[in-house]
Every structure is written in C-alpha cells, then in structure tokens.
C-alpha cells in the first residue's frame, strides 16, 4: 500500500474514532465538563478530540482510553 494510500485509511479511521467517542460520551449522558472532572483531563482535549481540528496523538490514547472506561461503567 503507498503511503498516500496509508494515509487516506489513517485519516478516515481517526474521523471515525472521533465520532464514536462523541457518540459514546453523548449516549452516556455524560457532557465534556463532567468527563473533563472525572478525569482530570481538559475539556478543551476532549473538544478537540471530538472535532477534526485536533489530531490524537500517541499520549492521547491513554487519555483517550481513561475515559472509555469512565464512561462504559
């Protein structure tokens, strides 16, 4: 697979993440201030991770996984 090619599929699936996690957060009745307190990470991180603007990188996936399992308790 050519790199270009890698880097579509990367994209489409972080898009993807992106709106499962907001989708997975809303379902949860949980909004991003009480996530961001339960949590201790920002809520200006989890605003981002849930648009296009930010990007996730690798230290996020933590983050990103101490959240899934706050909200799927």
Same mark, same amino acid.
């Given at each position: 697979?050519?790199?270009?090619?890698?880097?579509?599929?990367?994209?489409?699936?972080?898009? $993807?993440?992106?709106? @499962?996690?907001?989708?997975?957060?809303?379902? %949860?009745?949980?909004?991003?201030?009480? /996530?961001?307190?339960?949590?201790?990470?920002?809520?200006?991180?989890?605003?981002?991770? $849930?648009?296009?603007? @930010?990007?996730?990188?690798?230290?996020?996936? %933590?983050?990103?996984?101490?959240?899934? /399992?706050?909200?799927?308790?």
């Amino acid at each position: 697979m050519k790199r270009r090619e890698r880097s579509k599929k990367l994209i489409k699936l972080m898009r $993807e993440a992106k709106a @499962e996690f907001a989708k997975t957060r809303r379902n %949860a009745g949980v909004t991003q201030v009480e /996530l961001s307190k339960a949590t201790g990470i920002s809520q200006q991180s989890i605003s981002g991770w $849930e648009t296009e603007t @930010e990007t996730v990188s690798v230290p996020d996936v %933590a983050q990103w996984r101490l959240c899934m /399992l706050f909200l799927n308790e």
